[in-house]
Nanobody, 122 residues
Framework: QVQLAESGGGSVQAGGSLRLSCVTS????????VGWFRQASGGGREEVAK????????YYVNSVKDRFTISRDKAENTVYLQMNSLKPEDTAVYYC???????????????WGQGTQVTVSS
């Protein structure tokens, strides 16, 4: 059974940092990409960052580039999202999910975790 579980969310002031963790279990070898996504209240789910876990290649959306870093620990089956210089507009529920390739759109990702809330106050 494939499971992804997020943790590490919380409340911080603007300019602060948080590190999110996505622990994966039962992930088949053909799911080569793990991504972080977020959904603000009343908004749609959007991509934040993805990583090709076998090649350690990261991808970022422009709004988080130079502030967020995605990484993976293969031994711990964990994908991290280090978030620095947080802004109020980063406030959302953050989810992780897996896909066969990082080139797929959001709908190609599956096995979504339950999400972790990130709140950034000004």
């Amino acid at each position: 059974q494939v499971q992804l579980a997020e943790s590490g969310g919380g409340s911080v002031q603007a300019g602060g940092s948080l590190r999110l963790s996505c622990v994966t279990s039962g992930l088949p070898s053909n799911r080569k990409c793990v991504g972080w996504f977020r959904q603000a209240s009343g908004g749609g789910r959007e991509e934040v960052a993805k990583i090709r876990i076998d090649l350690d290649i990261p991808y970022y959306v422009n709004s988080v580039k130079d502030r967020f870093t995605i990484s993976r620990d293969k031994a711990e089956n964990t994908v991290y999202l280090q978030m620095n210089s947080l802004k109020p507009e980063d406030t959302a529920v953050y989810y992780c999910a897996a896909a066969p390739f990082c080139s797929v759109e959001i709908r190609g990702f599956s096995d979504w975790g339950q999400g972790t809330q990130v709140t950034v106050s000004s």
